[in-house]
DNA sequence: GGTCTAATTCAACGTCCGATGAATTCTACA
DNA sequence: TGTAGAATTCATCGGACGTTGAATTAGACC
């Protein structure tokens, strides 16, 4: 039984409070994880939670920042041209989920854009800022209707891995990943469209 | 205030509870979705669904049942060959989400698989009882890792037209998606796999 | 008409949740 | 050393939820 009053020393429970609360909105969504949940993970009674962020919600927003700078992302999908952009793309997608942290976050969002108009339009966002201002920049034609595709494709396969688990998506190493889908991906950049 | 006992007449009550609930679940997911909010629509007390279904969970059982026969989908994707098969993918998913009831329940299912393992099983049987049966019987090569990769793509365009609401995507008249995608698709069944 | 069964509502229980306000203990700084 | 403020817990509130059991009303069949 911890007793009450200020604890000695520093101790990080903030950030132990925000490192939960990441796994569990990453393992259950906003609406599925509980503020209890979180604060028995962190060792901490659930008033601290609120003193520290105020509310559920006001949590959700400082435990899901997105673990990229957009624009940089959007630079680096530039910089190279057109040529082998699929293949770029790809590489990056896999070394973001390929970091616990990151997706962690990302599946957050996911998770919770089913039923949270924010985290929605958090998912849009990845879109919009980066993708589809690099595929614009590249002088593609039928820029957002492109960018759109790439962006579904690479959440699908998100969702096929990381929350449904499917097989053959979770068994693949992630090289073979990039070589499976990037030439999809630079189709996509390429075909024709309507 | 409906005074309580028997109607008279033929109330086809469980029939209006399963259609709210074909709605909620599509709306919010099983989790969300509530049996009180579902009993107000469908204008009935909370008790008679769990009189009809047992549980929340029985009734989610109900009202989630595949619009349409996989066997039968499997057969109409074999039939013509390789040749079209991405077309025929596209213009079969298009005519499912055209479909509310199908929508509803399509939709019950992912925005429940976040969640609920049995929810993100229903969805893998899709991928195991349809998509990837056809493939293999078409003599294609690696057909786990194709039937995975078109799976995850369909899903990922639901996700963003129908969850997320990407313009673009929610912009596009079926027929143009269909365009778009299908080459696409098409490529992911022939190209060469690592 | 009497009786059994199905349909329907009502009232309530127990649980979990997010949030609040007061009390307690420590740190920082004058 | 005294005191303001930050960190922490405790007890608790009000609300929503799934579920249950009893009571009420209608249809079906003898």
Known sequence: MARSGRRPGRTGTRDRIL???????????????????IARAAGV???LV?????????????????????????????RGGLDGLGERMMRFAVSIWGQPRSLQVLLGIARSATSDPR????????????LLP????????????????????????????FVVGVTPLTAAAPEQLVAAVAPILQLTLTAPMP
């Open 50 to 78: 609120h003193h520290y962020f105020g509310s559920k919600e006001q949590l959700f927003v400082a435990s899901i920042e997105l673990p990229f700078d957009p624009q940089h992302l959007a630079a680096l999908l530039v």
């Open 119 to 130: 985290a929605a339009e958090a998912l849009r966002g990845i879109l919009e800022s980066s």
């Open 45 to 47: 009674d659930p008033a």
């Open 19 to 37: 490192v939960s609360a990441r796994a569990a909105f990453g393992e259950s969504g906003f609406e599925g994880a509980t503020v209890r949940g």
């Open 134 to 161: 690099a595929i614009r920049e590249l002088g593609v034609d039928q820029p957002e209707l492109r960018a759109s595709l790439i962006w579904s494709q690479v959440v699908g396969l998100v969702f096929g891995r």
